[in-house]
């Protein structure tokens, strides 16, 4: 799939920006470390018309590092500027795992720019159910842009049906091990430790799909399920097998999952 390529300057921050062509723009937030390739088997898979708009995190794939930690709400506050340098006022905005809690923050402090949230893989921070102790200590290793490592690591990982599917796997490591500086690598764990969406989760106005693998060692189906208790308007999904990348190992599911919540009516989102 075709993608504009950007280097916009948000603030103090340089990001490396992906826009697919389409008329409803949906922002994509990955998950720690994450880059931007991860996105392309759930881009193939979604609607036409949608516009997806995809970026680097500071310090992750081709955006440099941030000066200083970055809090999810400094997230937040990129996402935003991203939304902003696009001339795009109001999005729908999909965030995974480390991406979902700055999807939720996204909402809090910018509620005009978000039309309608898609959580995947994530919870509410502090007062999360916990996953694996192992998927946990993994996860804090720096080995994570090495895709050797990340053969061996990620059936522990992320589970699911890259557990059991060793082609899939390979495929994985290829697509997922990006460069990332470990500073904003480390930074993002630590940002993830010292959020929280409890305290207002239940005052987000935005419509909210939650979807979760019924297998994520990093992520239980709980938290998904306390996403959609606390959220006022929220549908939760589970894709049966599926672990932490259910958006890689289940594009198809996903994304039929995702358009049939955005709905034929997409129009709403607006640019500027």
């Given amino acids: 799939m075709h993608a504009r390529r950007e280097l916009l300057e948000i603030g103090h921050h340089r990001v490396a920006v992906d826009v697919t062509e389409g008329e409803s723009p949906l922002l994509l937030l990955n998950g720690v470390g994450g880059g931007r390739a991860m996105w392309e088997p759930l881009r193939e898979q979604l609607p036409p018309g949608i516009a997806t708009i995809a970026y680097d995190a500071p310090g992750c794939g081709a955006s440099p590092p941030a000066n200083a930690p970055l809090s999810i709400h400094d997230q937040a506050r990129i996402a935003a500027g991203v939304l902003a340098r696009l001339g795009v006022a109001r999005a729908d905005v999909l965030g995974f795992s480390f991406g979902g809690m700055v999807a ?31 998927a946990y200590a993994l996860l804090t290793l720096p080995q994570m842009a090495d895709p050797n490592w990340m053969r061996s690591a990620a059936p522990h990982l992320f589970g699911g049906r890259l557990a059991r599917r060793p082609a899939d796997l390979e495929r994985y490591a290829r697509r997922y091990a990006q460069p990332v500086h470990p500073a904003s690598y480390a930074g993002q764990l630590q940002a993830a430790l010292l959020w929280s969406s409890l305290p207002w989760l239940s005052r987000l106005r935005a419509p909210a799909l939650v979807l979760t693998g019924g297998e994520d060692p990093l992520v239980p189906v709980c938290n998904a399920t306390l996403l959609g208790a606390l959220l006022p308007q929220a549908r939760v999904h589970v894709v049966r097998g599926a672990g932490h990348l259910l958006l890689l190992e289940a594009a198809a599911e996903a994304a039929a999952a995702i358009g049939g919540f955005l709905g034929p009516e997409r129009a709403g989102s607006a640019r500027r």
């Fill in 104 to 134: 939720q923050q996204l909402a809090r402090d910018v509620p005009g720019a978000v039309r309608r949230l898609v959580l995947v893989a994530t919870g509410v921070g502090v007062g999360s159910v916990p996953g694996s102790a192992l």
